[in-house]
């Protein structure tokens, strides 16, 4: 069922006018049951006003958000996500602008869950040298989120491009001389001793690394000196810890808002405090193993590397370009996206394969345990915009993720599709992009039920796709567009299909996914 949404501004009153050709407007008490009925028997969706009323009321339990995405296209939705979850708290919360000095004890409202397979940048040269899990996208997530701008531009400083350039500029940074140490606040010295402390640690590392092999001799150029503070603080506490101590070094309280890893990987996050008592611990040994992201499309072809599946560079991913029309297209459709391990043992040179060599490598990953509590938690589940196979997929091919979300069967669960299209996306309808999101999420369930080998297409499809869809919302200038299939069998009319106006440039306007989102919670 598609809705064309149209929003307007009164004075008193935020409307979203839908135009069609049976209107109901139902009452606040009985909206959840009318729509349902309405739906069925009209064809309609009712998106009630925001009025002032409803702020001050709000609603009564605590609203909690669970976000799929990448990397940076979702950073621009923050804010949105942030108004959603205050809202749901009867319109006061814990703002931004009052973290810094909060004692809030609330639990938090928003999750964000990341993909830790991306290999390219300067996250490249951090798994080369030590392997684990990428900590890229989380640090991209984090500073967004961050409340302290000092620390904020700090940690989102990259070191020269220039090899010796940036090596000199590392020495500087980690000697205290580098200008960037008067961006931090004096006030905050437990911040500043724990950068500080996280750049000796990672110091040690790279020159305990560079001893064991010339090969793992690590290229500071165009280092994110963010990613480096947070792979330090995983390879001393393990990455819950880490992430939470990241956190706090932008002011950010954890009861607030969270950002996990989708998947975990044995022997990939450092030891951690360990039994022996809360603190550091030495940092992890060098070359451990890493996950990679493998595709394979319906040809054959297998590509091996997120880097290579979203903006192959044919070499080094150090420095690479995502400009769209710089990388060719897929050759064939999508057949399966699935995890390898990486053990730096076996020859990775060549991105690509075929289907099968490549498939004794393919394994089971085990999804990140808090994330899972925060799945079966959740009132809202967001499948956010950005690169849909390596942004958006790496989480829900995990079966015990793709089960968690089934499982709670009272969420909204709502998928945003892209503005335009990209290397990965390239020719999909908005049906077969939801298609695609869904399937996905099928296969990995029953992948957790019959395992790999024993898995069959009926035995994935006999699962509703609307236990992990609810609502599809697009943008009305989309280049992703509408095709209906003509086949019954096809369609899939329980899910509802919102299409909303765009900031002008095929881009999400926070405040009017905010208002289709509220409307859809309430």
């Known amino acids: 069922m598609h809705t064309?949404?149209?929003?307007?501004?009164?004075?008193?009153?935020?409307?979203?006018?839908?135009?069609?050709?049976?209107?109901?407007?139902?009452?606040?008490?009985?909206?959840?049951?009318?729509?349902?009925?309405?739906?069925?028997?009209?064809?309609v969706y009712v998106i009630p006003a925001v009025s002032r009323g409803d702020r001050e009321i709000g609603i009564e339990r605590e609203m909690r958000i669970v976000v799929f995405s990448g990397g940076s296209a979702t950073n621009a939705l923050v804010s949105c996500f942030e108004k959603v979850a205050n809202l749901s708290r009867g319109g006061g919360g814990v703002s931004r602008d009052t973290q810094l000095s909060s004692s809030s004890t609330n639990k938090n409202t928003t999750t964000y869950i990341i993909p830790v397979s991306d290999d390219g940048g300067s996250t490249s040269e951090i798994l080369r040298c030590f392997g684990g899990l990428a900590?890229?996208?989380?640090?991209?997530?984090?500073?967004?989120l961050f409340q302290d701008e000092g620390a904020r531009e700090f940690l989102h400083h990259r070191l020269d491009k220039d090899s010796r350039a940036a090596r000199a500029e590392w020495d500087a940074v980690v000697g205290g001389t580098h200008p960037l140490w008067r961006l931090l606040d004096r006030s905050r010295q437990e911040c500043r001793a724990l950068i500080a402390e996280s750049l000796r640690v990672f110091q040690a590392a790279q020159t305990q690394a560079a001893q064991a092999s010339a090969q793992t001799q690590f290229n500071f150029s165009t280092a994110s000196l963010g990613n480096i503070v947070l792979k330090a603080l995983e390879m001393q506490y393990g990455i819950d810890d880490a992430l939470h101590k990241f956190l706090r070094l932008g002011g950010v309280h954890e009861d607030v808002v969270s950002i996990m890893p989708c998947v975990t990987l044995q022997g990939a996050g450092g030891p951690g405090p360990g039994p022996a008592g809360p603190g550091p611990a030495a940092p992890a040994a060098p070359a451990a193993p890493r996950l990679d992201l493998q595709l394979v499309l319906l040809n054959g072809d297998v590509i091996t590397g997120q880097s290579e599946i979203s903006h192959p560079a044919g070499g080094s991913q150090l420095h690479f370009s995502k400009t769209a029309d710089s990388h060719p297209r897929l050759a064939a459709a999508v057949q399966q996206l699935r995890y390898v391990v990486n053990d730096g043992k076996s020859s990775s040179s060549s991105a690509f394969a075929d289907a099968s060599s490549a498939h004794a490598s393919a394994v089971h990953v085990s999804a990140h345990g808090p994330a899972i509590a925060s799945i079966r938690a959740a009132d809202l589940i967001v499948y956010s915009?950005?690169?849909?196979?390596?942004?958006?997929?790496?989480?829900?091919?995990?079966?015990?993720?793709?089960?968690?979300?089934?499982?709670?069967?009272?969420?909204?669960?709502?998928?945003?599709?892209?503005?335009?299209?990209?290397?990965?996306?390239?020719?999909?309808?908005?049906?077969?992009?939801?298609?695609?999101?869904?399937?996905t999420l099928q296969q990995a369930m029953a992948e957790g039920k019959f395992g790999f080998e024993s898995q069959s297409e009926s035995e994935s499809q006999s699962i509703p796709i609307s236990q992990f869809i609810t609502h599809v919302i697009r943008l009305e200038d989309s280049e992703i567009v509408s095709r209906p299939s003509p086949s019954p069998t096809s369609s899939n009319p329980e899910i509802v299909t919102l299409t909303i106006p765009s900031n002008g440039n095929r881009l999400y306007h926070p405040d009017h996914l905010y208002q289709t989102l509220r409307s859809i919670i309430q």
Do not use: H
């Open 4 to 43: 064309q949404i149209y929003f307007g501004e009164t004075q008193a009153v935020s409307w979203c006018n839908v135009y069609t050709t049976c209107c109901v407007v139902v009452g606040r008490e009985e909206r959840g049951r009318e729509r349902e009925r309405e739906g069925q028997i009209f064809g």
């Open 385 to 439: 915009i950005g690169s849909l196979i390596t942004s958006l997929m790496p989480s829900l091919i995990v079966p015990e993720i793709a089960a968690a979300i089934a499982a709670n069967t009272t969420a909204q669960k709502v998928l945003l599709q892209n503005g335009t299209y990209d290397r990965e996306s390239y020719g999909l309808s908005c049906e077969d992009y939801t298609s695609l999101v869904a399937s």
């Open 135 to 144: 900590v890229g996208d989380l640090r991209n997530r984090a500073l967004v």
